[in-house]
């Protein structure tokens, strides 16, 4: 139901798009995420937008990443530039079907995309 996707490898400094298509229902009023998760780390929360366009972001992506959301095309985004190589790991999205303020854990999320790589290159 959720698909990720614009992953790949880029130069650090550089810039990606990853998108998240929703299909089979529209999730519009839930909270829709990004999490990653590098190799031997756990999953963890980068971004969040709730329906009424609230974000939050992890303190390492703040100033560089953007999520948005295209209410028509049901697809979340999540523009992250000035990319490092700490950024590279494989970015999934994430819907939590509550009507609560954004939450970071993942437990909180129902609906989970499969993943697409990142890999910034130093």
């Known amino acids: 139901q959720l698909q990720a996707s614009g992953g790949g490898l880029v130069q650090a400094g550089g810039s990606l798009r990853l998108s998240c298509a929703a299909s089979?229902?529209?999730?519009?009023?839930?909270?829709k995420a990004w999490f990653r998760q590098a190799p031997g780390k756990e999953r963890e929360f980068v971004a969040a937008?709730?329906?009424?366009?609230?974000?939050d972001y992890a303190d390492s992506v703040k100033g560089r990443f953007s999520i948005s959301r295209d209410s028509a095309k049901n697809t979340v985004y999540l523009q992250m530039n000035s990319l490092k190589f700490e950024d590279t790991a494989v970015y999934y999205c994430a819907v939590d079907s509550s009507r609560v303020p954004i939450r970071v854990g993942t437990r909180s999320y129902e609906y989970w995309g499969q993943g697409t790589q990142v890999t910034v290159s130093s």
């Open positions: 937008i709730k329906w009424i366009n609230t974000t």
């Open positions: 089979g229902r529209t999730f519009s009023h839930y909270t």
